[in-house]
């Protein structure tokens, strides 16, 4: 079964530090896309990044990047100069099942906390 | 434009009754998910819809649980016969057709069952 695992429950980082959080995933297919979304206490969930497997190059969207291992199903993602308004919960999410469905299975999420 | 919008927000009810959830997608995506979060945890899938295709129901928990659309538009979920573990938010989601395209979602509907 695929599975994707998030290890990290909670984080905190100071506002305008860097922080990583840590994805790992599981999957049979060879081409898949790759999702980081967020979920602020408003229950919203939003699109943060999303990354080809097929394109070797890193996606970047403003402060947020993903970094990208294919060989190790790894998928973290790196948040720059940290907001208070980026508080919120993080979920990575891959593609499951056959077809172009776009059927996702979500970690467990990673709860970060933005200090001021 | 509009998002996707969900309705109640909050729906509180008894074990045993049964309860309907709806969701309104984006006008023009074809694709309309509901997932399941319990407390703390991750969503899990529950039923995709594509088109005018054969719904994909293979993340219904069980036959308590089902779910229509009409067309590209409204759809609705359906428990029957609610239990308290059925207690959860529940999300719905709609996209373009295809795995690249960005899920947008809807606010979600909490549900207590008591």
């Known amino acids: 079964a695929q599975t994707v695992t998030q290890s990290q429950p909670e984080m905190s980082v100071q506002e305008a530090e860097t922080v990583t959080l840590s994805c790992t995933y599981d999957?049979?297919?060879?081409?898949?896309?790759l999702f980081w979304y967020k979920q602020p206490p408003s229950r919203q969930m939003i699109l943060v990044i999303r990354?080809?497997?097929?394109?070797?190059q890193n996606a970047t969207e403003n402060r947020f990047s993903v970094n990208f291992q294919k060989a190790a199903k790894s998928f973290s993602l790196k948040i720059s100069d940290s907001q208070l308004g980026d508080t919120a919960m993080y979920f990575c999410?891959?593609?499951f099942g056959s077809g172009n469905t776009g059927k996702l299975i979500f970690g467990q999420g990673t709860t970060l906390q933005v200090k001021p | 434009g509009a998002g996707v919008s969900q309705s109640p927000s909050n729906k509180v009810t008894e074990k045993g009754k049964d309860v309907e959830l709806r969701c309104d997608p984006i006008?023009?995506?074809?694709?309309l998910y509901w997932y399941r979060q319990r407390l703390g945890q991750g969503l899990e899938f529950l039923i995709y819809?594509?088109?005018?295709?054969?719904?994909?129901k293979s993340g219904l928990p069980s036959d308590r649980f089902s779910a229509e659309r009409t067309g590209e538009s409204v759809s609705t979920l359906t428990i029957q016969r609610t239990q308290q573990e059925d207690s959860a938010v529940y999300l719905c989601?709609?996209?373009?057709?295809?795995?690249?395209?960005?899920?947008?979602f809807g606010p979600g509907t909490r549900l207590t069952v008591l």
């Open positions: 989601a709609s996209s373009l057709y295809g795995t690249y395209n960005e899920q947008f």
């Open positions: 999957t049979s297919e060879n081409n898949y896309y």
């Open positions: 990354q080809e497997a097929y394109k070797q």
């Open positions: 999410a891959s593609p």
């Open positions: 006008s023009g995506h074809t694709a």
């Open positions: 819809f594509q088109g005018n295709s054969a719904p994909d």
